[in-house]
Protein backbone atom coordinates (compact mmCIF):
# COMPACT_ATOMS: atom_id res chain seq x y z
CA UNK A 1 0.00 0.00 0.00
CA UNK A 2 3.01 2.35 1.10
CA UNK A 3 4.96 1.32 -2.06
CA UNK A 4 2.02 2.08 -4.38
CA UNK A 5 0.88 5.48 -2.84
CA UNK A 6 4.61 6.26 -3.06
CA UNK A 7 4.73 5.11 -7.02
CA UNK A 8 1.74 7.73 -7.16
CA UNK A 9 3.41 10.69 -6.17
CA UNK A 10 6.44 9.72 -7.84
CA UNK A 11 4.48 9.72 -11.10
CA UNK A 12 2.51 12.37 -10.00
CA UNK A 13 5.84 14.89 -9.44
CA UNK A 14 7.48 13.51 -12.78
CA UNK A 15 4.09 14.87 -14.19
CA UNK A 16 4.39 18.29 -12.63
CA UNK A 17 7.72 18.56 -13.45
CA UNK A 18 7.58 17.44 -17.05
CA UNK A 19 4.88 20.03 -17.38
CA UNK A 20 6.44 22.66 -15.67
CA UNK A 21 9.54 22.19 -18.53
CA UNK A 22 6.97 22.53 -21.42
CA UNK A 23 5.92 25.47 -19.69
CA UNK A 24 9.24 26.91 -19.78
CA UNK A 25 10.73 25.41 -23.30
CA UNK A 26 7.30 27.12 -24.80
CA UNK A 27 8.06 30.39 -23.43
CA UNK A 28 11.95 30.33 -24.64
CA UNK A 29 10.22 29.32 -27.81
CA UNK A 30 7.93 32.14 -27.83
CA UNK A 31 10.14 34.52 -26.84
CA UNK A 32 7.63 35.05 -23.66
CA UNK A 33 9.39 35.03 -20.13
CA UNK A 34 7.86 33.67 -17.11
CA UNK A 35 6.90 36.42 -14.81
CA UNK A 36 9.48 37.30 -12.09
CA UNK A 37 7.85 36.53 -8.42
CA UNK A 38 7.38 39.31 -6.27
CA UNK A 39 8.32 38.61 -2.77
CA UNK A 40 5.46 39.94 0.02
CA UNK A 41 7.85 39.48 3.04
CA UNK A 42 11.20 40.38 4.12
CA UNK A 43 13.86 42.80 2.94
CA UNK A 44 13.34 42.27 -0.95
CA UNK A 45 12.14 44.56 -3.19
CA UNK A 46 11.21 44.20 -6.62
CA UNK A 47 13.99 45.39 -9.00
CA UNK A 48 14.91 48.95 -10.44
CA UNK A 49 14.65 50.10 -14.04
CA UNK A 50 18.04 50.06 -15.60
CA UNK A 51 19.14 54.21 -15.67
CA UNK A 52 20.43 53.41 -19.48
CA UNK A 53 17.72 52.31 -22.07
CA UNK A 54 18.40 51.08 -25.72
CA UNK A 55 14.86 51.86 -26.34
CA UNK A 56 14.30 56.10 -27.37
CA UNK A 57 11.82 57.95 -25.13
CA UNK A 58 8.77 58.97 -26.27
CA UNK A 59 8.74 61.81 -24.11
CA UNK A 60 8.56 65.12 -25.68
CA UNK A 61 9.99 68.05 -23.84
CA UNK A 62 8.15 71.46 -23.35
CA UNK A 63 10.79 73.43 -25.36
CA UNK A 64 10.72 70.90 -28.34
CA UNK A 65 7.40 70.47 -28.64
CA UNK A 66 7.45 74.56 -28.80
CA UNK A 67 10.23 75.24 -31.63
CA UNK A 68 7.68 72.05 -33.62
CA UNK A 69 4.88 74.38 -33.07
CA UNK A 70 7.07 77.23 -34.86
CA UNK A 71 7.84 78.11 -38.09
CA UNK A 72 11.06 77.12 -39.06
CA UNK A 73 13.31 79.97 -40.28
CA UNK A 74 17.13 79.44 -41.43
CA UNK A 75 20.24 80.94 -39.82
CA UNK A 76 21.06 81.87 -42.50
CA UNK A 77 17.79 83.85 -42.96
CA UNK A 78 17.91 85.12 -39.40
CA UNK A 79 21.39 86.82 -40.37
CA UNK A 80 20.79 87.99 -43.13
CA UNK A 81 17.42 89.99 -41.60
CA UNK A 82 19.88 91.61 -38.87
CA UNK A 83 22.29 92.22 -41.45
CA UNK A 84 20.43 93.95 -44.18
CA UNK A 85 17.80 95.90 -42.10
CA UNK A 86 20.68 98.29 -40.80
CA UNK A 87 21.94 98.93 -44.94
CA UNK A 88 18.59 99.84 -45.24
CA UNK A 89 18.00 101.92 -42.87
CA UNK A 90 21.42 103.80 -43.64
CA UNK A 91 20.22 103.70 -47.57
CA UNK A 92 16.39 104.82 -46.36
CA UNK A 93 18.00 107.68 -44.38
CA UNK A 94 20.86 108.71 -47.07
CA UNK A 95 17.40 108.96 -49.60
CA UNK A 96 15.61 111.68 -47.02
CA UNK A 97 18.78 113.65 -46.19
CA UNK A 98 19.44 114.19 -49.96
CA UNK A 99 15.57 114.70 -50.58
CA UNK A 100 15.99 117.51 -47.75
CA UNK A 101 18.81 118.93 -49.40
CA UNK A 102 17.06 118.96 -52.70
CA UNK A 103 14.27 120.36 -51.25
CA UNK A 104 15.73 122.80 -48.82
CA UNK A 105 18.04 124.04 -51.70
CA UNK A 106 15.18 124.57 -54.15
CA UNK A 107 13.65 126.35 -51.00
CA UNK A 108 16.41 128.84 -50.62
CA UNK A 109 17.19 130.04 -54.25
CA UNK A 110 13.49 130.86 -54.67
CA UNK A 111 13.75 132.98 -52.05
CA UNK A 112 16.73 134.62 -53.44
CA UNK A 113 15.13 134.73 -56.83
CA UNK A 114 11.92 136.83 -55.36
CA UNK A 115 14.45 138.69 -53.10
CA UNK A 116 15.55 141.83 -55.66
CA UNK A 117 18.82 142.63 -54.43
CA UNK A 118 17.98 146.32 -54.11
CA UNK A 119 14.17 147.96 -52.86
CA UNK A 120 12.41 149.77 -55.83
CA UNK A 121 12.49 153.16 -53.64
CA UNK A 122 16.27 153.05 -53.67
CA UNK A 123 16.43 151.69 -57.43
CA UNK A 124 14.32 154.36 -58.58
CA UNK A 125 16.32 157.00 -56.49
CA UNK A 126 19.78 155.70 -57.96
CA UNK A 127 17.99 156.13 -61.22
CA UNK A 128 17.00 159.70 -60.88
CA UNK A 129 20.17 160.50 -59.85
CA UNK A 130 22.10 158.73 -62.85
CA UNK A 131 19.58 160.74 -65.30
CA UNK A 132 20.46 163.69 -63.47
CA UNK A 133 24.44 163.33 -64.19
CA UNK A 134 23.74 162.27 -67.53
CA UNK A 135 21.70 165.27 -68.49
CA UNK A 136 24.70 167.72 -66.65
CA UNK A 137 27.25 165.68 -68.84
CA UNK A 138 25.68 166.43 -71.93
CA UNK A 139 26.44 170.29 -73.39
CA UNK A 140 30.15 169.90 -71.88
CA UNK A 141 30.77 166.38 -73.72
CA UNK A 142 29.16 168.59 -76.72
CA UNK A 143 31.55 171.44 -76.22
CA UNK A 144 34.12 169.54 -76.13
CA UNK A 145 33.20 167.42 -79.26
CA UNK A 146 33.33 170.21 -81.43
CA UNK A 147 36.85 171.76 -80.03
CA UNK A 148 38.31 168.38 -80.73
CA UNK A 149 36.96 168.30 -84.48
CA UNK A 150 38.38 171.65 -84.53
CA UNK A 151 41.91 170.36 -84.07
CA UNK A 152 41.79 167.13 -86.82
CA UNK A 153 43.57 169.01 -89.40
CA UNK A 154 46.68 169.98 -87.50
CA UNK A 155 47.83 166.09 -86.94
CA UNK A 156 48.15 163.17 -88.55
CA UNK A 157 45.47 160.67 -89.11
CA UNK A 158 47.12 157.90 -86.91
CA UNK A 159 47.63 160.03 -84.14
CA UNK A 160 43.66 161.64 -84.07
CA UNK A 161 41.76 158.68 -84.93
CA UNK A 162 43.52 155.77 -82.38
CA UNK A 163 39.92 155.83 -80.37
CA UNK A 164 36.48 156.13 -81.53
CA UNK A 165 33.09 157.11 -79.33
CA UNK A 166 29.81 157.71 -80.09
CA UNK A 167 28.71 161.44 -80.36
CA UNK A 168 26.32 162.49 -77.94
CA UNK A 169 23.71 163.35 -80.62
CA UNK A 170 24.20 160.17 -81.76
CA UNK A 171 24.71 160.67 -84.73
CA UNK A 172 28.35 159.62 -85.71
CA UNK A 173 32.14 158.88 -83.88
CA UNK A 174 34.75 161.08 -82.47
CA UNK A 175 37.31 160.50 -82.60
CA UNK A 176 40.15 161.00 -80.29
CA UNK A 177 44.05 160.61 -79.77
CA UNK A 178 45.17 157.57 -78.16
CA UNK A 179 47.14 158.66 -74.30
CA UNK A 180 50.13 157.69 -75.44
CA UNK A 181 49.74 160.05 -78.46
CA UNK A 182 48.59 162.86 -76.13
CA UNK A 183 52.11 163.90 -76.31
CA UNK A 184 52.01 164.80 -80.03
CA UNK A 185 49.43 167.48 -78.96
CA UNK A 186 49.85 171.54 -78.41
CA UNK A 187 49.40 171.64 -74.52
CA UNK A 188 46.21 173.96 -75.60
CA UNK A 189 44.87 170.96 -77.77
CA UNK A 190 45.96 168.49 -75.07
CA UNK A 191 43.62 170.16 -72.54
CA UNK A 192 40.60 169.76 -75.15
CA UNK A 193 41.59 165.90 -75.58
CA UNK A 194 41.57 165.23 -71.98
CA UNK A 195 38.34 167.23 -71.36
CA UNK A 196 36.49 164.77 -73.85
CA UNK A 197 38.45 161.54 -72.43
CA UNK A 198 37.37 162.64 -68.98
CA UNK A 199 34.04 163.68 -69.30
CA UNK A 200 33.45 160.46 -71.97
CA UNK A 201 34.35 158.02 -69.22
CA UNK A 202 32.04 158.84 -66.95
CA UNK A 203 29.25 158.78 -69.25
CA UNK A 204 30.55 155.38 -70.62
CA UNK A 205 30.24 153.82 -67.46
CA UNK A 206 27.01 155.16 -66.57
CA UNK A 207 25.79 153.99 -69.85
CA UNK A 208 27.23 149.88 -69.85
CA UNK A 209 26.96 149.10 -66.18
CA UNK A 210 23.40 150.11 -65.75
CA UNK A 211 21.23 148.57 -64.49
CA UNK A 212 24.18 147.67 -61.99
CA UNK A 213 24.10 143.89 -60.71
CA UNK A 214 26.42 142.67 -58.10
CA UNK A 215 29.14 141.88 -60.63
CA UNK A 216 29.00 145.51 -62.10
CA UNK A 217 28.77 147.49 -58.76
CA UNK A 218 31.85 148.17 -58.53
CA UNK A 219 32.73 149.60 -62.27
CA UNK A 220 30.05 152.07 -62.07
CA UNK A 221 31.59 155.63 -61.53
CA UNK A 222 31.96 156.40 -57.66
CA UNK A 223 33.37 159.37 -56.01
CA UNK A 224 32.80 161.68 -59.07
CA UNK A 225 31.66 164.77 -57.08
CA UNK A 226 35.10 165.01 -55.77
CA UNK A 227 36.89 165.04 -59.59
CA UNK A 228 38.80 168.45 -60.69
CA UNK A 229 37.21 168.15 -64.13
CA UNK A 230 33.68 167.60 -62.66
CA UNK A 231 33.98 170.83 -60.29
CA UNK A 232 35.29 172.56 -63.59
CA UNK A 233 32.25 172.19 -65.55
CA UNK A 234 29.77 173.05 -62.22
CA UNK A 235 28.42 169.51 -62.19
CA UNK A 236 29.58 169.01 -58.17
CA UNK A 237 25.61 169.04 -56.62
CA UNK A 238 24.15 166.68 -59.47
CA UNK A 239 27.48 164.02 -58.95
CA UNK A 240 27.44 164.51 -55.26
CA UNK A 241 23.89 163.07 -55.04
CA UNK A 242 24.80 160.31 -57.58
CA UNK A 243 27.48 159.23 -55.12
CA UNK A 244 25.08 159.38 -52.65
CA UNK A 245 22.38 156.85 -54.21
CA UNK A 246 25.09 154.99 -55.45
CA UNK A 247 26.21 154.99 -51.59
CA UNK A 248 22.37 153.73 -50.33
CA UNK A 249 22.52 151.22 -53.15
CA UNK A 250 25.56 149.63 -52.55
CA UNK A 251 25.38 149.38 -49.05
CA UNK A 252 21.68 148.01 -49.39
CA UNK A 253 22.98 145.46 -52.18
CA UNK A 254 25.98 144.10 -50.39
CA UNK A 255 23.49 143.17 -46.96
CA UNK A 256 21.17 141.67 -49.61
CA UNK A 257 24.07 139.22 -50.96
CA UNK A 258 25.07 138.80 -47.83
CA UNK A 259 21.91 137.53 -46.18
CA UNK A 260 21.98 135.15 -49.18
CA UNK A 261 24.90 133.95 -48.22
CA UNK A 262 23.58 133.30 -44.86
CA UNK A 263 20.37 131.48 -46.41
CA UNK A 264 22.70 128.93 -48.35
CA UNK A 265 24.53 128.58 -45.74
CA UNK A 266 21.86 128.00 -42.83
CA UNK A 267 20.76 125.75 -45.54
CA UNK A 268 24.03 123.56 -45.76
CA UNK A 269 23.58 123.84 -41.80
CA UNK A 270 20.43 122.14 -41.27
CA UNK A 271 21.41 119.60 -43.65
CA UNK A 272 23.91 118.99 -41.22
CA UNK A 273 22.32 119.05 -38.47
CA UNK A 274 19.29 116.16 -40.10
CA UNK A 275 22.25 114.09 -40.80
CA UNK A 276 24.22 114.15 -37.27
CA UNK A 277 20.65 114.15 -35.90
CA UNK A 278 19.67 110.70 -37.48
CA UNK A 279 23.06 109.39 -36.82
CA UNK A 280 22.94 109.96 -33.02
CA UNK A 281 19.62 108.57 -32.93
CA UNK A 282 20.50 105.23 -35.19
CA UNK A 283 23.69 104.83 -32.42
CA UNK A 284 20.61 105.05 -29.50
CA UNK A 285 19.09 101.95 -31.26
CA UNK A 286 21.83 100.36 -31.74
CA UNK A 287 22.06 100.43 -28.22
CA UNK A 288 18.56 99.62 -27.81
CA UNK A 289 18.71 96.95 -30.33
CA UNK A 290 21.19 95.18 -27.73
CA UNK A 291 18.49 94.60 -25.07
CA UNK A 292 16.09 93.59 -27.21
CA UNK A 293 17.15 90.70 -29.39
CA UNK A 294 14.59 88.57 -30.96
CA UNK A 295 14.89 84.92 -32.31
CA UNK A 296 13.40 85.99 -35.28
CA UNK A 297 15.32 88.97 -35.88
CA UNK A 298 13.51 92.80 -37.23
CA UNK A 299 10.24 92.44 -38.22
CA UNK A 300 8.32 94.16 -41.23
CA UNK A 301 7.07 96.69 -38.78
CA UNK A 302 10.53 97.41 -37.27
CA UNK A 303 11.99 97.64 -41.27
CA UNK A 304 8.98 100.03 -42.05
CA UNK A 305 9.41 102.20 -39.23
CA UNK A 306 13.07 102.27 -40.12
CA UNK A 307 12.96 103.40 -43.30
CA UNK A 308 10.00 105.46 -43.18
CA UNK A 309 10.56 107.69 -39.53
CA UNK A 310 13.80 109.38 -41.30
CA UNK A 311 11.50 111.54 -43.45
CA UNK A 312 10.81 113.32 -40.33
CA UNK A 313 14.06 115.26 -41.62
CA UNK A 314 12.00 117.23 -44.21
CA UNK A 315 9.98 118.87 -41.51
CA UNK A 316 11.03 122.61 -39.74
CA UNK A 317 10.43 120.27 -36.36
CA UNK A 318 13.32 120.74 -33.72
CA UNK A 319 16.18 118.26 -33.77
CA UNK A 320 15.18 117.35 -30.60
CA UNK A 321 11.52 116.40 -32.07
CA UNK A 322 12.99 114.54 -34.63
CA UNK A 323 15.90 112.43 -32.64
CA UNK A 324 12.16 111.32 -30.93
CA UNK A 325 10.54 110.49 -33.83
CA UNK A 326 13.80 108.14 -35.08
CA UNK A 327 14.17 106.30 -31.58
CA UNK A 328 10.21 106.25 -30.33
CA UNK A 329 9.29 104.59 -33.58
CA UNK A 330 12.13 102.18 -33.17
CA UNK A 331 11.93 101.24 -29.99
CA UNK A 332 7.81 100.73 -30.20
CA UNK A 333 8.79 98.11 -33.39
CA UNK A 334 11.39 96.60 -30.78
CA UNK A 335 9.03 96.00 -28.25
CA UNK A 336 6.35 94.98 -30.94
CA UNK A 337 8.38 92.53 -31.55
CA UNK A 338 9.76 91.20 -28.49
CA UNK A 339 5.98 90.65 -27.43
CA UNK A 340 4.79 88.97 -30.06
CA UNK A 341 8.62 87.06 -30.84
CA UNK A 342 8.02 83.06 -31.49
Known amino acids: ?97 HKDSVARGAAVETMIAN ?52 KINGTGMISIPHEVDLVHLTPGDRKIAERFANLTSIREGLLHNWPPAASTTNVLPRDIGTKAFIQAENLTEVATKFDQAGVTYADEMAKTLENNKNLRLSKGSQIFKGGATLGAAWLTNAAIDA ?48 INDK
Open 291 to 338: AFNPKVGPSYLTWAADIVSPAVILTNKSMLVKFGVVTGSHVAAKVYDQ
Open 115 to 166: NPLISRSNFLQYDLARENLMNGLKIPIAQSEAALEAIYSKYPQDIIHSNAFP
Open 1 to 97: MANFESNEQVSLGSTIVSQKAGIDGAALLFGDRPMPKIATSGNLRPPEASAHSYIPSTVVPDKIASDLEEPHISDNTKTANKVFEPIARLGASAFWL
